[in-house]
């Protein structure tokens, strides 16, 4: 393995992204989803999270690590493409720059999410329905998570799409066709589920 | 009498390989069915510039003049393809050739694809029979997968899907899709199929499979329809499964 250092880096970062960190999303967006059905019973779940058993140990083997060795790789992997849209305009080449592009975005709204929340609670702060209702009712800041989920989210299904083809699920033309429709679905889904959860913070319905 | 009718190029050239590129117009006189070519052999004949100016006559590459050999591959109005096969007729004018940029210019037009041939070196993209006795026949080819394999056959290392690749450009070592479909075409031959180990070795060593982030562009502008990137994708799978052999396995004998 030694040897072939870049294919084991390479496919552990497209690997990483699906498990955990994209179930880690998928999970993290369905949990807070509760908001929706009020302040009592986000409450409930926030804690029952924050309280799970060896949650620090889950965190960082389940979210911090493995999300620092994506973004770091992501981050030289985003610098090695030239990207050529305006000259090959191609649905796939379009994908190839906005996943780079989601890459940048989802990372600098992750950072300061986390400096917002997990950070905030660490210091002492409640982790409950108030801080993100404090955060969310800003407009600006409303936006600026509103951004933040889609391009994570975008990143997620269409880096689906990639880790099937990548490690050689989808090979056929049709195949990658119907994953890219698959992970379509999946993107307006999961988007839905996250940005109802900000409505339901911001407005509070 | 009628206006001699005239053909506008303009052409990014470049006197040698550390040299500043420029650009430079030429008219030259239309003819019927004119292909790039025989525009740039117009030139050749009377370097002439459209000012009037004498210049020296536009270095480029070329061979078959039938699309086969892939040497006179170039930017031709934005698009990487084969000046061979590109018709006056059919090209908005002025027609603006460009030296496909992935590649070191030697002079104006023409390229060192050298890289190309390295990286078939890199995924050893040929089949050893050389014995010090005879071999023998080797195992026959099924009709139907030979028709198949054709198509992969038909690479000319032409480099114009590496020239449309993102992720093939000074920053990355990245050898591109053509490799990797030749790669493909001799590890489906019976008789390649048994160094096809090698040949997956040979891709997951630095700048390969793992420098595709599936843009897609090569099998769009690829002259032959090579399916590349249903190449990259078997091979994708084949180079899992072998790195699974060569980690869990309980010897290298594959």
């Not at chain 1, 994908?95 to 986390?114: K, M, P, S, Y």
């Not at chain 1, 009712?137 to 409303?142: A, C, G, L, Q």
């Amino acid at each position: 393995m030694a040897e072939n250092r870049e294919f084991f880096y390479r496919r552990l970062h497209s690997l990483l992204g699906v498990v955990p960190i994209g179930l880690f999303l998928i999970n993290h967006l369905v949990v807070n989803h509760f908001a929706v059905y009020g302040e009592e019973s986000f409450n409930k779940a926030a804690s029952f999270m924050h309280n799970l058993p060896f949650v620090l140990a889950l965190e960082i083997f389940v979210i911090y690590l493995p999300l620092l060795f994506h973004a770091i790789l992501g981050v030289y992997i985003v610098f090695t493409a030239k990207n050529n849209v305006k000259r090959y305009n191609f649905v796939r080449n379009w994908l190839f720059f906005l996943q780079r592009f989601t890459g940048i975005v989802t990372l600098v709204f992750i950072a300061w999410h986390v400096f917002e929340t997990r950070v905030q609670v660490a210091l002492g702060a409640d982790l409950d329905y108030g801080l993100m209702e404090g955060i969310l009712t800003s407009p600006v800041m409303f936006w600026f998570y509103v951004i933040g989920v889609l391009s994570a989210v975008f990143h997620f299904a269409n880096g689906l799409w990639g880790f099937l083809v990548s490690w050689g699920f989808a090979q056929s033309p049709r195949s990658q066709k119907i994953v890219t429709y698959a992970t379509l679905l999946i993107f307006l889904v999961v988007s839905y589920i996250g940005i109802r959860t900000l409505i339901a913070f911001a407005y509070g319905v | 009498m009628a206006e001699q009718k005239t053909v506008t190029f303009i052409i990014t050239r470049q006197d040698s390989p550390d040299s500043t590129p420029y650009d430079e117009t030429f008219n030259v006189p239309y003819r019927k069915n004119m292909n790039v070519i025989s525009g740039l052999m117009e030139i050749r004949k009377n370097p002439v510039n459209a000012k009037g100016e004498k210049s020296t006559p536009v270095a480029w590459d070329m061979n078959c003049l039938e699309e086969v050999c892939g040497a006179c591959s170039m930017v031709i109005n934005g698009v990487p393809r084969q000046s061979c096969a590109a018709l006056v007729d059919e090209l908005e004018q002025p027609i603006r050739l460009e030296p496909m940029s992935t590649f070191p210019v030697v002079r104006d037009l023409v390229i060192d694809r050298e890289r190309m041939f390295d990286a078939l070196k890199q995924v050893k993209a040929w089949i050893p029979i050389d014995g010090s006795y005879d071999l023998g026949p080797g195992p026959r080819m099924p009709e139907k997968k030979r028709q198949w394999a054709y198509e992969l056959s038909k690479c000319m290392t032409c480099g114009v899907c590496l020239e449309a690749c993102p992720n093939v450009n000074d920053k990355s070592n990245f050898i591109g899709p053509a490799p990797i479909s030749q790669a493909r075409l001799f590890n489906a031959h019976p008789t390649g199929e048994m160094n096809a180990s090698e040949r997956l070795e040979g891709l997951m060593e630095e700048g390969g499979l793992v420098g595709c982030g599936n843009a897609q562009n090569c099998v769009q502008v690829c002259p032959k329809g090579i399916p590349l990137t249903t190449s990259i994708a078997a091979m994708n799978r084949a180079a899992t499964i072998q790195s699974f052999k060569n980690f869990f396995g309980s010897d290298n004998a594959h």
